[in-house]
Structures are given as C-alpha cells and as structure tokens.
C-alpha cells in the first residue's frame, strides 16, 4: 500500500509542476490553435449552409497523414524531457527509492495521455462554437463531407476536416467518439512511454529520436503501403497511424492493421517497455536536468 | 545502530576514461561530523552520489549503517546534492509536506519546526519560484533534517548563503550532531572544515585521504 501511494504521488508531483512549465502552455497553445485552423473550414461551411455542424468532429480529425504527423509532434513535444527528472527529483528518490519514482513516471505519462485526450476533444468541440448543435447523429454538415468531400469548394472554402465514409457508415458518432478516444489515449500513452525508455536506455534523447523514426515510418506507409511485396504489411510496423480510425483495418480488406491487433500490439509494446525502463533505470546513474 | 554510518570499501567509479572515485576505503564513525574538501571535479559529488545510490559503482561497495547500498530501495538518509530543486508552484512548508508525506514519520508542528531552524517563516505563503537562492538553500537543509536521520549528507550546504546564515547553518549542524546525527559535508570554505568537522578527508583526483 506505501508503495502505491508513492508511486501516485510521484506521479501527480509531475502534475504539480504544470504550472510552472512553459511547455505545458505552448503545447496548449499550439493545440488550440491548430484545431482552431484545422475546423476553420467546418465553421465556414455552417455559417455558410446555416445548418449547425455536430459536435462528433473528433473521431475525423486525424485522417490524412499530415494531421497524424502534427498529433505525434505534440505528444512528442509533451514527453521530449521523460522521465521528467530535475533537481527537485534526488529529494523524491532517496525517499520512495528508484522503483516507485520511475513506476510513478509511467503512471504519470499515461494519465497525462488520457488529460491531454480530453483536452483535444474539449478543444475540438469548442472552437466551432456557436456554429455546433447537439445532436446525437452525424448531422447534415459531417455526413455531407463523407458523401463528397469537395462541397467546400461550392462556397469557395478550404475544408481541411476529411470524413470518413466508413467511419460515418460502420458506427454511431457515440460509438466512434469513444474508439477514437481510446486510440487517441493508447497511442499518446505509446509515445510517451516509447520516449521515457529510449531515454533512459541512452542517457540522452534517445528515445525522441526513435519516436521520430516511428513518425517518419507513419508518414510513409500511406505511400509505401501499396508499394511493398505481398501487400500492406508495413502499415502493421506503423503504431503512430493507430490513433486514427481509418487507419484500421475495420473490414477485413487488408489494407491496414486489424484493430484488435493494433490495440493489443500497443498494449504489448507499453508493458514491455514500461519493464524494460523500470530494470533499466534501477541500475542506471541518475542524470539531473537543470529545470527550475 | 553500527559503530560506522558509513564504510566504503574500494570503490571505484569510471565514466568511459575518466575515473571519477579511484579504488576509495573509508569508514565514517556514526556519531561525528565529517568533511571533504577538494577541487571542483575532484569526485566528491559523485562520492555524496555513491553513498545516496543515485550512481553505480563499477566497483567496490558501500554500506550505510551496516547494510549494503541497493540503488532501487529507499533510504534514511537526509541530503543536499547540487542545487536544490523543488516545485516552484507551492510554498516552502507545502514543498516540505509533500515530501514528509512518503515517509509520513513527521507531523506538520515538526515540518514548521524545520523551517524555523533553517531560518524560514513557516507561514510565508511565498512561492518558491521566487525564493533568493539563500532561501532556496535553506529551505533544502530544511529538506534534509526535518525527518531527523541519522545520516546527513550535505554537498556545500553553505553556498548561497550569506554570512549570518552560514553562522546560523554551523550551528544548526553542530546541534544535529549532539542530537545523534552523523554528518558527511563538503566545502570549500576552510572554516566550516575547521569549526565543524572532527575528521577532514581531501579529496583529488577521486582519491580520498585523511588530512585530520
């Protein structure tokens, strides 16, 4: 029981520090503002067609490849400094000891995922503000884009927001709010600890490094995709596209991972990782980022 | 408790080419105050660092009273290395009741009791952020003693200090020892050597000697 109470607690100090942390705000920032240009076009279009858009916008936010290349670089962003150790982190360890510090950083990433998870889908809501209404379907708005996605060009509006007809066709706005959600959350939570462990495993920015290899390999697939032998095989290496759902294999045609594999491969590579961290770090030396 | 605090039987600490503690046997006598002295770079944070098992030996090893140093476990040891650090947010006493709040050993009266040692108003609703660097100091020894351990190690816990309050640390320390504490600091002030320590080690080049 002490030792799940100093792993929370190691956690939530990382929490304290937000206030404090001038990355926490730029991150902030930047993720208003793209979501803000990102559903620009989907505001425009309401005001335009004067039919209110509903708030089910996030599970069709990251369907092309760029907009996944722009998440991974926030959540990249949110974790570049794990295991977040500053000077204020020997007056935890010589009490908690090693073990509970860094099984707390672990705790830590993947709540701050699920915090950050929320906080995109709030902001995705918001800034389509007043032209959102509530409804529990589609709407008119989103089921229009997945039908023909270049009616933005009939009022002379670039809409950046593409939506997917097989999200739109196969689940409810409910449904696909909630498996995006999850996504959104486990693959978050899969850079973060994939950073915290090549971090600690090099002593440097090691894991950065390998989280940008990840987001290289994402930024290709769609292209390499078809391009490789014996099919689509290299989408299955690419865990940075499973946060989106069109980036599933939701009908078994083969063209991307199935979701059960995609899930349970994250699932998979955090636990392992989140081992291979915590033996590491326990025989490691302590490095001491100078940080207020 | 042991008759040494501290027994360090050669250790020995390479980074790459350099080595940083070369083959160091030494035995601290629980119950005295200790001083190192020694260069910038001399080893004796990495040696504080060993102790605390924030770093490996390559080889060697070190008991703290009387039991092996395991880097995973805790310890009860109280301790200043490098420049302390806490979350900037909160006040001194909140900084300090999220710590005592691991061990839970202490009560929040022992916590105010620790602050006004060190010369800190418990009540100052200041955050840390925007402590001068002698109050941030002080605040750190607050840190180590307000558990009261039986093991003190202080890495110049006089720095940032201004005159008074490096009068006011001594004496704080001398009384921690005549309350049962063992106190390994470093410094570079010869005085605090001087008036405080009843045993000084020099360290240089990661080689340790007894100098008094």
Sequence with gaps: MNNLKAILLCALVNFRKWRVNPRIYTLAAATAGFLSWHSAGLS????????????????????????????????MLFFCD???????????????????????????????????????????????IPNVKWDTDWGKILKTISANPGIGNNYGINLTVFVHPLIVGMFSPIEATIISFGLFWLTSAFIGILILCGNIITGRAGGLVMAGVFLCISFFTEYLGPLTLNGYWIRCLSPINWCAMCCLDWTGRGEWAPPSYAVFSLLVSIFLMSIVSIMVFCKKDINVQKRR | MAEYAVEVSDALKRFKETVALDHVTVRFEAGKIHGIVGRNGSGKTVFFKCICGFMQLTSGSIMVDGRPVKPGTAQEIGIIIEEPGFIGSLSGYKNLKLLASIRRKISNREIREALERVGLDPNLKKQVSKYSMGMRHRLGIAQAIMEKPKLLILDEPMNGLDKQGVVEIRQLLKELNREGATI????????????????VYEMEAGVLTRIA
């Design chain 1, 44 to 75: 425009q279009l309401s005001a335009a067609t004067g039919i209110a858009v509903t708030p089910w916008v996030f599970p069709n936010l990251l369907t092309t490849t760029a907009m996944i290349a722009v998440f991974a670089c926030f959540i």
């Design chain 1, 82 to 128: 794990a295991p977040f150790a500053d000077r204020h982190t020997p007056f935890l360890i010589i009490r908690t000891g090693r073990r509970n510090w860094v099984i707390g950083q672990l705790v830590y990433i993947v709540l701050a995922a699920f915090t950050y998870t929320v906080f995109f889908l709030i902001i995705s809501v918001a800034v389509l």
């Design chain 2, 184 to 199: 390994i600091l470093s410094s570079h002030y010869a005085e605090d050597i001087d008036v405080l320590c009843d045993t």
